[in-house]
């Protein structure tokens, strides 16, 4: 059987394949540090989207919080 993953992990990267992230990009090449923030901004945009919902009085983020 599988190890469940733990889903409180606030560590990590939430972008999972460079190769993904690579194959977006299609005129431009990409450096290792981009990654990082890249993760980043979209850690921010989550977090903005959480603070949209509660305001809204919602635990449920919809596209309408990004």
Do not use: W
Not at 26 to 53: H, Q
């Amino acid at each position: 059987m599988a190890a469940k993953k733990n889903k409180k992990t606030a560590s990590g990267d939430l972008i999972i394949s460079k190769s993904r992230t690579k194959a977006a990009v299609k005129k431009s090449n990409v450096s290792s540090d981009f990654y990082g923030a890249l993760d980043e901004c979209v850690r921010t945009m989550i977090a903005g989207a959480e603070r949209r919902a509660a305001a809204n009085g919602r635990k449920t983020l919809r596209p309408q919080d990004l």
